[in-house]
Each structure stands twice: as structure tokens, then as C-alpha cells.
């Protein structure tokens, strides 16, 4: 152990919350009981304020007396203006038509997850540090557009961190040195989360790890006896409350923003701490985001997760492909798993499979729009069958012609809210050498499905216009046939991968069932979809469920198709 009483790493010369949590995390003593700490609280407007005086141990903002600052910073180029200048002919159609549907903006711009773990470990003066290193390293580099982006970005986020230094001790809390305990850690997070917030508040961000951190804190508190087990369940209440607040004082309208990630791998005591805390609150509601492995979850947590749905509590599932997120897992709002502090998980928009098919038969044009794209594949018209063959390769051509532009847009995307941001206190809390990773989004691959697999049987019916193009194809079959689904993710990520990404960022492609998460006129399934498993497909629904179906269906899910499903009660 080291003075601080943690056990010695990496996280000790540079940045690294993961080695830290890597190195320290507890685990979960199988018949540990949250107890009942006593803790109430009137309504979600007073846990912001605190008039009543019901925290204890979370200092109230005071918010008359809080510096409201103005960066003075502000985009010399609008959005709006930025698409004109950079749009072409067919991208702008790729949109106008519905090939390409945009993320809301809420969601476009949630690109900075700030990891709100630095601060309580390393305090503000070893992050000023941190930067300004970075900024002597960058002086010897040669000057490019990437270097003055990079020395801007740096100097205006140490100009972030030292307002929120005075922010913060005019809240009566010093953010400057380390935490040493378990109370000066939930109050350095609240008030981390609080000026997130404040900078756009329009725009949300996840709660990662934070009470995975929280509990090593916790537990080193109670073997040195500064805690007993009502107050240490007292302080995640107190936290989780004010949490919950900031979510609804923001204007999001993301079911899931503000999550909570609890890995079922990875459970603590503080992981059941936090479970009381939610049923014991039901007024504020901090989404739960479940990472499940193939082993299965405790009855415990199961029993718990019963109870919390029960109340409508949004409840998502997630399962991770990739052993290099297996580590502390890191999801955004839209279940799009990224290495916290690392990475800076893009998400900008989404493409429509099955519009694509039929844009791709019609030989690049859209009847209901009556306008059409660069013409790269020929358009089957009049009697002409539908051959599955020959529909295939139209797909496949359209889909090449089409990958190039949606990655054109997504990389368009990056520069322009990457450039132009106005949030310098989240991004002090990402990475000064982050990875970027762009979210490609193919949506409607059910209906797509289904549709090719009618074709192959022949059995659909096809909607034509007077001048024979087609309006729609409806199948008669009701069922998916494997070798498309497999053919469909192999010709995606082959061309996926032969593109060059913003700042050579990293890709992931992710396929979503019916309409993405990301959009506001999606509809919940009630029937579960009954296709075949397959190791290494990102898909993503949501479903209705009843309450006692939650264990089957979590029991169920860990061997499915998906990689994640979000949880409606019926």
C-alpha cells in the first residue's frame, strides 16, 4: 500500500482511473445487506438546494452565490452555415429523403463523456499539471492545424478547471488536492456533475464507475472506522439523489441519459448500496445500464432489478464483443460502449437498410420524395422479377457508393463538433491523446431481412408507382434466414474498414433491429424476435416486458443475438 492507502500502479505517474479501479476494486461479499439508513427527502427540486436541510454530509449549492461563468468563447461558424459550405448534392439527398437520419442534437454533442473520477483522485492541481506538460511536450512538435487545435483545446481547459476551482470553494469544497475519504468524494463528484451540467445543460453525459470508485473509498473508510454501515449508506443515498436531481433539472429527453453502468462482473457492496438507494427513491431516476458476461447474474441482483423495474425503472442490457472494453465498461446514452477517458464516442446519425434497398432497386431514386441520388446501380421497373441474386447485388453496389458518403458525413460531423465545442471542462476530464470512435448506424435490419428472405422464397408483394418504380416491398414470410444476416455484416464491415476515419479513429459498426435509440419516432416492440445467435453481431432493440419476466429474459439474453436490449415494463 501506498501513504494514501491504496495499492501502488501507473495510475500513480499519469491519468489512469481504470488502473486505479483495476488495482483497488473490491468485491462483493455474498451475504452483505444494505441496511436502512433513515435518509428522506422531500422533493427532486430541493435536492439541488437543500432548504429543507436533509443532507447531511453534501454540502447545498448555493446558487445565488455561485459564479455563472461565460467562456467567452463562441463558433465563428454556425452549424447550419458549416453543412452548406460542406454539403454535396448527393448528401444533402441522403438526408432530405431519409437514407441518412440525423441524431438529435442532444446526442451529436455528447461526444465528451468526462470521467468524473479524476478530480477526487488526483485533484485539480496535478490535472493543471497534467496539461501544461502537455503543452510544453506539444511546443517541440511541429506546428500543424492538429497542433494549434490541440494548444487551444489544452489552455482553454486549464482556464475550465481553475473557474471550477472557484466555483467550487465557493461551494465551501477544495477540489484542488486529492480526496482522502469517502465524504470528500461524493461531494467533489456532485459538484463535477453539476458543472458538466452547467456547461450545456442541453447536453447529457453517464455516470461511469463512479460508485465503483466511490466504494473503495467507502470500505477503506470502515476499517479505519471514520464510517459505520448506516452512514456509508447514507452517503451513496445522499449522492444518488443528488445525481438524480441534476438529471432532472437538464433538458434531455433521452429515457437513458445520466446512466448508471453496473457491471454484473464486477459487483461490491456499494453496487447494493446503490440498489437500496434507488428503491428507496423512486422520485429520482438515474437509468440503470446492466453489462452482463456469460456467467450468469446473482439472485441477489436479479431480485433487486425485479423490484427497481417494477416501478418503470428504465433498465438496459448490455453484452461487450470486445475484450478491450471488458475493463470498467463505459457506455453512452445510446448503449454505445467506448474505453472511459480514452476514447471520445462520436454518434451522428444513422442509415435506413431497408429504404436503401428500395432507393438501390429503383436505380438511386426515392418515389415519395420524387428525386433521386447519383444513379450507381439500374432501376428494376415494370415486370421485371425480383430475383434474389440479382437484388442482392444491387444492394451490395448501392451499399458501397453509400458507405463511402455516410463515412464522408460522420468525419464532416467530428471536425465540426470537435472543433467547435463549447464544453472545455468535460473535455479537461477526457484524455489530452484521446482515440476517436465513429458510430456507424444501420437501422430497420429486421424489416430488411425479412424482405430479402421473401425474395428468396418468393413470396412478397411489391407496391409500384405509375411509372413502375417501387413504393414498397411487403413480404409474406415471416422469418430470416442466417447466411443474409451473415453475408449483410461481412460486406458492411469490409467496406466499412477500407475507410479513413476523423483523426484515424476507430470505428464500430451497430446494427439496430427498428428505428435507432437516438431518434424520437420509434415504436417498442411487444414480440421477441426469434433469430439465431451469432458471435460477434453488434444488434440493438428495445422491448416490452412484464416484471416477471425480467429473470428469464436476462437468463435468456446473454445467449442471444443481441448485444443490447433496453427494457420497457408493460
Known sequence: MNERGFIPGIWEEEISVNDFLNLNRNQWKEGYNAVDSGFKISSVYNAVRDD?????????????????????????????????????????????????????????????????????????????????????????????????????????????????????????????????????????????????????????????????FLDIYIEKDLKSGILNEIKAQWLVEELYCKLGAIRSKGKIKNTFSYGIIIDGTKLNNTTFRLLKSIQNHKEFILPLQIVISETELPKKLITH????????????????????????????????????????????????????????LNGGRDVNKKTAIQQVTKALRVDCELVYEKVWNQLEVFLKYYI??????????????????????????????????????????????????????????????????????????????????????????EEVSRMLFYKNGHFKVTLFEKEPFFTNRREVGEETSEIPNHIDLNLYREHKIKVNELKIYINKFKDSLYSCVRLYRC
Open 52 to 212: 429543507e436541510k436533509n443532507f447531511r454530509y453534501i454540502k447545498p449549492f448555493r446558487e445565488e452565490d455561485a459564479l455563472m461563468y461565460d467562456y467567452g468563447y463562441e463558433r465563428f461558424i454556425s452549424e447550419e452555415q458549416y453543412e452548406y459550405f460542406t454539403d454535396t448534392v448527393d448528401r444533402k439527398k441522403f438526408i432530405d429523403i431519409g437514407l441518412i437520419v440525423k441524431a438529435t442534437n442532444e446526442e451529436r454533442k455528447a461526444f465528451l463523456q468526462p470521467d468524473l473520477c479524476v478530480v477526487p483522485l488526483y485533484g485539480t492541481k496535478f490535472l493543471i499539471k497534467t496539461l501544461k506538460q502537455y503543452i510544453k511536450d506539444l511546443d517541440k512538435q511541429f506546428q500543424t492545424q492538429e497542433w494549434i487545435h490541440r494548444k487551444i483545446g489544452s489552455y482553454r481547459s486549464i482556464e475550465a478547471i481553475q473557474k471550477f476551482e472557484e466555483f467550487a470553494l465557493q461551494q465551501g469544497i477544495n477540489v484542488r488536492k486529492p480526496c482522502k475519504n469517502a465524504l470528500e468524494v461524493i461531494n467533489i463528484i456532485w459538484l463535477e456533475a453539476l458543472y458538466c451540467q452547467m456547461e450545456d445543460e442541453k447536453v447529457s453525459f453517464a455516470f461511469h464507475n463512479i460508485f465503483d
Open 305 to 360: 432489478l425485479e423490484v427497481i423495474f417494477q416501478t418503470g425503472h428504465p433498465i438496459s442490457l448490455s453484452k461487450i464483443l470486445k475484450d478491450e472494453y471488458r475493463n470498467n465498461v463505459a457506455l453512452t446514452s445510446t448503449q454505445l460502449s467506448f474505453r472511459n477517458f480514452e476514447d471520445v464516442p462520436m454518434n451522428f446519425g444513422s442509415f435506413d437498410l431497408k429504404k436503401g434497398l428500395i432507393v438501390a
Open 404 to 493: 463511402t458518403a455516410y463515412v464522408e458525413y460522420s468525419n464532416l460531423c467530428a471536425y465540426y463538433f470537435d472543433m467547435f465545442h463549447n464544453l472545455p471542462f468535460r473535455n479537461a476530464l477526457v484524455s489530452s491523446y484521446p482515440y476517436y470512435l465513429i458510430n456507424l448506424v444501420f437501422h430497420n435490419i429486421e424489416e430488411l431481412l425479412k424482405i430479402l428472405f421473401s425474395i428468396k422464397e418468393q413470396q412478397i408483394e411489391i407496391v409500384k408507382d405509375e411509372k413502375g418504380y417501387i413504393k414498397d416491398i411487403i413480404p409474406l414470410v415471416n422469418g430470416y434466414d442466417l447466411s443474409i444476416l451473415n453475408n449483410l455484416q461481412l460486406h458492411i464491415n
